[in-house]
């Protein structure tokens, strides 16, 4: 004989399932999150790209009169378009089309000032909101050609141009490129795991306001089951869709951050399916808590609009300890391990840089949120008691 609590699960479970629109919210937020991370991060890689896929594009003004610069810019994949004199307002216009990285414009006492060995200036023009990247590799190639100049100017005189820089600066970067990687999307991942509150939701209010509303919920507690049982079953079929969805928004991003070539952004993903399964493992409290706050929250509800509602604001708490670390740039401490939602994320996050966190960060995550869910199931049975529950009053 089956126990009472999993004939209520299967029950639930299987009208959950019958709800077709519910379904089909759940597996498009599920499926929304790594289509926009891969979108996303695809339109960074190919911005990122494209200077060194189609060049650079750089229309020179007055280019005749200083060949040697026009010369150093081809050699660096700069296509140079020539083009006659320009009014401000014409460069602008020009430059407001997006088709080129920037505008150089040489002054017509370029030349002159240049065999004066007075500074020759040199105008770059460029837009700021502009997506066209290459103005940095266009000053770079300019402060070089600069440079060279004055070495040059410096041994006609016989000085060494060693003298330009008494100090010399090594940089050495101990940072690894998963550390700055897991920096960088920290805040992607912790959205991860939001599945946990969104894809069981629907169950947990129908299973409880949705019920009572409809007053088959008075028929069921008629049945010789205790209150116990029917809130763990009605728990555990939002439990299971909630895990469903964390499992599989998790693979999904992680499939996604291991096939874009994050590499050419400077960053990496590196997490093995391994670790990944550690993380997900101890995650799974978290839809425990999840689907037990929703069912002790609709409880409380008076009606099933309310219970939506509320819950609905209820989903934004558990972003809140995240945002308040990422804003205030705390370093991760052990604390954090012990705040649901949280710890998920500092879980995820220290993975991808690479640390051996050992056992702790993970027994803690999973305490932390299971403690909680067994709290708000405790509760749950304890207010199905009530009459005045029961009744709607």
Known sequence: MKPKYLVVFLKELRESLRDKRSLALIAMFTLMYPAMLAFLLNQWIDRATRPEREGIALTVIGGSQAPTLVSQLKQKNITITDAGPMEEDAITALLRNHKIAAVLRVPANYTENYNAMRPARIELWYDSASDRDGRRDIEDVL???GNNIASAR???HGVSPATLAPV????????STAARSATVISGILGALFLPAFMCGMSAAVDS???ERERRSLEVLMAQPVTTWELVTGKWLAAVVLAVFGVTLNLALAHLVLSWL????IGLSWRVSWGKLFLVWLASLPLSLLAA???IAVAMNAKSFKEAQSVLSFLILIPLVPGIVVSTMSLKTAPWMYAVPMLSNQ?????TARGIELGVLPFLLTFACSLVGAALAVGFASWRMKSERYVLGV
């Open 143 to 145: 402060q070089a050609y």
């Open 154 to 156: 410096l041994l006609a």
């Open 168 to 175: 010399q600066v090594q940089r050495y970067d101990t940072g």
């Open 208 to 210: 409880t306001a949705g």
């Open 261 to 264: 070539p994050l590499e050419e």
């Open 292 to 294: 037990g706050l929703q």
């Open 346 to 350: 500092t879980l995820l996050t220290e």
